[in-house]
């Protein structure tokens, strides 16, 4: 099994910044995509921005220019810096990380979630 920690999440000013970060730990082979979701109140968990193994990313239309993912395999930790934050970004953010363990190639575990809250 897999453990993600996630931190960084708290309070911005609109236009500010803030770094997320998720840990991975247990038991696993290797770490196959790493990425991060977000669920604001009343809508479904959406996507936000992964990020292969070989460090291709993807990101959602509405944080592309203002966010960056990046992964650190030997900490076997993502990170989601966060810039120009606007209102609209707040929401819980998930980390999700999908594993090679001894159970399946790609197994996919989630983080317990990190609110976010942007203030105008």
């Known amino acids: 099994q897999v453990q993600l920690e996630e931190s960084g999440g708290g309070l911005a000013q609109a236009g500010g910044s803030l770094r997320l970060a998720c840990v991975a730990s247990?038991?696993?082979?290797?770490?196959?995509?790493m990425g991060w979701y977000r669920q604001a109140p009343g809508n479904q968990r959406e996507l936000v921005a992964r990020?292969?193994?070989?460090?291709?990313?993807e990101y959602a239309d509405s944080v592309k220019g203002r966010f960056t993912i990046s992964r650190d395999d030997a900490k076997n930790t993502v990170y989601l810096r966060m810039n120009s934050l606007k209102p609209e970004d707040t929401a819980i953010y998930y980390c999700?990380?999908?594993?090679?363990?001894?159970?399946?190639?790609?197994?996919?575990?989630w983080g317990k979630g990190t609110l976010v809250t942007v203030s105008s």
């Open positions: 999700n990380v999908e594993a090679h363990t001894i159970i399946a190639y790609a197994m996919s575990f």
């Open positions: 247990g038991s696993f082979f290797t770490i196959n995509r």
């Open positions: 990020i292969n193994s070989g460090g291709a990313t």
